[in-house]
């Protein structure tokens, strides 16, 4: 079969194939620990499900306009302007099948071929290969432990050129748990807005931060022109199967995207366009406990790994870690990916490699699962690291 050559320009999922393969060899019995995974293990909210299962009988089980539910929107408008200090209306708002669903929208929306997008690394798997279908060009600006993984408005500013579009930031950014402060990006903002270049803000892990707090690049003077926000249920409210995303940005923008959408996925899911309703609008002690939990975890496998000789600083938000490795390459280990291959095949413990990110030298640990699991991963990954000698 002959496929388009767009198809031959993207990889598969890293994350996702490590979680396969720890899917497969717990299938033959073998006791996985899964510190790959990118989702909370927390249930979703009872009051969310029950929210989902009134819709059902009610019936709200149509189709529903392609950019969401007037109700939804409302409330995506309200809580951008409650939590955010952004105010915008229900036509600049669009909900999609997930946040994955509406980066690929919103690049689909604005670039030509060629475009340039700049995304800080280590960057999420998946902006690189979302940009070269749309396409555009990923260039890369580089980061490490040293600038706390963030770029600079200088760094930022010298690598613009005539065919830059776009900059997508994450933060707290996935791998990273950088989290940059409200001074840093009024600096990024500024040559931004002088350059006349677009920012895709993913605030996905938004409610995800242990120490600072969370500021929109939207908020600062000249960027809600050129800013599209993008968030989800999805981490915030352990809604990661709903498939529930949104974007704000300009009216012009989501006309587009809406436009795509109509011709593409049609609506999200009604009856999970309800639950989010619910999830937004309903009591928010879930978030907080999990929050609480998180942190725990956090600084207790930061403190693990300091302890077993891997550099590691706690990371700010979202709830991943991403210790540098590259002091234990040698003989069969020579880089991220022989390294969580053997340590999955040794100790059936699953990471996932920092090359998929753009790191050969670490790898990430998601640690969004129970502290009993936390437990046996480190005990795992410090007998697999007295092997390597």
Not at 31 to 46: C, N, R, S
Request: hydrophobic share 40%.
């Amino acid at each position: 079969m002959r496929l388009s050559k767009r198809v031959s320009l993207i990889s598969p999922s890293p994350t996702l194939g490590i979680s396969a393969r720890a899917a497969g060899l717990k299938k033959v019995g073998v006791k996985v620990v899964d510190l790959g995974a990118g989702q909370p293990d927390f249930d979703t909210p009872e009051n969310i499900k029950i929210a989902a299962k009134r819709a059902i009988d009610n019936g709200f089980t149509k189709y529903t306009p392609t950019s969401g539910i007037a109700e939804l929107k409302q409330a995506i408008c309200r809580k951008l302007e409650r939590e955010n200090g952004l105010k915008y209306s229900p036509e600049e708002i669009v909900v999609s099948c997930g946040a994955k669903h509406t980066l690929f929208n919103v690049l689909f929306a604005l670039l030509e071929e060629g475009d340039e997008v700049l995304i800080p690394s280590p960057y999420w798997v998946s902006y690189p290969e979302m940009v070269k279908l749309a396409g555009g060009k990923p260039v890369f600006l580089q980061t490490n432990e040293e600038n706390g993984f963030k770029i600079s408005a200088g760094q930022l500013q010298n690598s613009l050129t005539s065919k830059t579009k776009v900059l997508i930031l994450n933060s707290p950014c996935n791998p990273t748990g950088a989290v940059y402060t409200r001074e840093e990006l009024r600096e990024i903002a500024k040559v931004l807005v002088e350059n006349q270049i677009y920012c895709i803000s993913d605030e996905v892990y938004e409610k995800f931060i242990y120490e600072g707090e969370h500021t929109s690049i939207a908020t600062f003077a000249g960027m809600r022109e050129l800013t599209v926000v993008v968030n989800a249920v999805s981490k915030t409210y352990s809604m990661t199967g709903w498939r529930i995303g949104y974007m704000a940005g300009p009216k012009e923008l989501a006309s587009a995207v809406s436009k795509i959408q109509d011709h593409t996925t049609s609506n999200p899911t009604s009856i999970s366009q309800y639950a989010a309703l619910e999830a937004l609008t309903g009591p928010q002690e879930s978030v907080e406990r999990m929050v609480r939990a998180f942190k725990e975890r956090r600084d207790f496998v930061v403190q693990r790994l300091n302890a077993m000789g891997i550099r590691c600083s706690p990371p700010p938000g979202a709830f991943y870690v991403f210790p540098r490795i590259s002091q234990f390459y040698d003989g069969p280990v020579r880089d991220s990916v022989s390294f969580c291959e053997k340590l999955l095949e040794k100790e059936g413990v699953a990471a996932v490699p920092g090359s998929a990110f753009g790191s050969d030298e670490h790898i990430r640990i998601s640690y969004a699962t129970s502290m009993e699991a936390l437990k046996e991963g480190m005990d795992r990954l410090e007998r697999f690291l007295s092997f390597l000698g």
